[in-house]
């Protein structure tokens, strides 16, 4: 295509691998980038109970876990929110399209404590107040 050689992939070449890793997620830590074998370590401690096939890294700060079953994948996603080392674990399931991008991140959940915060200010109105300070 315009003097440069092109391949074109159809997606029936491409459907036995999309249906192996259906049960995917995609994550990654911010702010760090640790060896597979470690977040490997982390992903079986935090799920010891679920059936992960394979954690295999995909790019600089980013893995894909792979589950047996869509049950346990769901499990994981359900959750949502999980820390490394203080650090947000971001987690989303893995699809044909995706690209899971950290540094493009706009938004993420953070923990903050508040200590002896009076009970009248537990309201999302004072809350914002507080989070724009």
């Excluded at 044909?96 to 109105?125: A, F």
Aim: with cysteine; proline share 4%; charged share 20%.
């Amino acid at each position: 295509m315009n003097g440069q050689k092109c391949a074109k992939i159809e997606r029936n070449n491409v459907a036995v691998a999309i249906e192996y890793w259906a049960n995917s997620i995609l994550c990654g830590v911010v702010g760090s980038n640790p060896p597979l074998e470690v977040i490997e370590g982390f992903v079986h401690r935090i799920r010891q109970h679920l059936n992960i096939d394979r954690v295999v890294f995909v790019r600089k700060g980013i893995l894909v876990v792979r589950f047996k079953n869509q049950l346990d994948q769901q499990e994981v996603l359900r959750r949502g929110l999980y820390f490394f080392d203080r650090k947000p674990f971001i987690v989303r399931a893995w699809n044909e399209v995706m690209q899971l991008d950290i540094s493009s991140l706009h938004t993420l959940p953070i923990w903050v404590q508040l200590p002896n915060l009076k009970l009248k200010y537990w309201c999302m109105d004072s809350l914002s107040e507080l989070a724009a300070y």
